[in-house]
């Protein structure tokens, strides 16, 4: 199985930069994934981690330690749209995800 | 439209009730998923399909049946409810041969289980 832990509240000011961390202990590898999730809605794919490293996307980067056990999402020049629930996923060897429960960020102006 | 439909939106049932939710994909996703969403647990596996005519069990399977008779449509069964399967239920599916596989999530359906 997984188990996979992540912040449950964040909060941060518009404009500024805010870090989830999200460690895992998995029986089996195969992929990370970050999915943003606005409240009332579908979660929506943000990034795929696989090979070590970071990855970046425009505002947001994801960064991965498979040793570690450890990623973490970045999202940089805060809106207020970045408000949302951030999912943390694993994916096994059999293809089958596993999410954390999630990281509430509020942005504040 | 492309993309994942899921059917009903919203549902109140009473328990012993048999409820089916529907789901349907029109990207040509070979494999398809029904989560559950409880807060503070997060998205839970209830079962999957990784291609059609076959199926397996998620982390929390009892209680629910899935079938997968065609590539599009992947519905979940609950054949008798209860109130603990009071959740929002999501749909996703993805293509496990293209790249990362992301998967793809339908708008979900909020159950009611009185």
């Known amino acids: 199985g997984q188990n996979i832990d992540q912040p449950t509240e964040m909060t941060a000011t518009e404009g500024a930069i805010v870090q989830i961390n999200c460690t895992y202990q998995?029986?089996?590898?195969?992929?990370l994934f970050w999915y943003q999730q606005h409240a009332g809605e579908a979660p929506t794919f943000l990034s795929y981690n696989v090979l070590d490293g970071l990855e970046e996307k425009g505002r947001f980067s994801s960064f991965l330690s498979r040793s570690k056990g450890y990623s973490y999402l970045l999202l940089k020049e805060l809106q207020m749209k970045d408000s949302a629930s951030y999912l943390c996923a694993v994916r096994d060897g059999d293809y089958k995800l596993s999410f954390g429960a999630g990281t509430t960020v509020t942005v504040r102006a | 439209i492309a993309g994942i439909t899921q059917a009903p939106t919203s549902q109140i049932l009473a328990a012993g009730r048999r409820m089916t939710l529907r789901c349907t994909q029109d990207?040509?996703?070979?494999?398809m998923y029904w989560y559950r969403q409880d807060l503070g647990l997060g998205l839970r596996l209830i079962h999957y399909s990784n291609t059609a005519g076959t199926t397996g069990k998620g982390e929390v399977p009892d209680g629910y049946s899935v079938s997968r008779a065609n590539t599009d449509d992947f519905p979940l069964t609950l054949a008798s409810a209860v109130p603990s399967q009071t959740s929002v239920y999501f749909c996703?599916?993805?293509?496990?041969?293209?790249?990362?596989?992301?998967?793809?999530f339908g708008p979900g359906t909020r159950l009611t289980v009185l």
């Open positions: 998995t029986s089996g590898f195969n992929g």
């Open positions: 996703a599916s993805s293509d496990s041969r293209d790249g990362s596989g992301e998967q793809f």
């Open positions: 990207m040509r996703h070979n494999a």
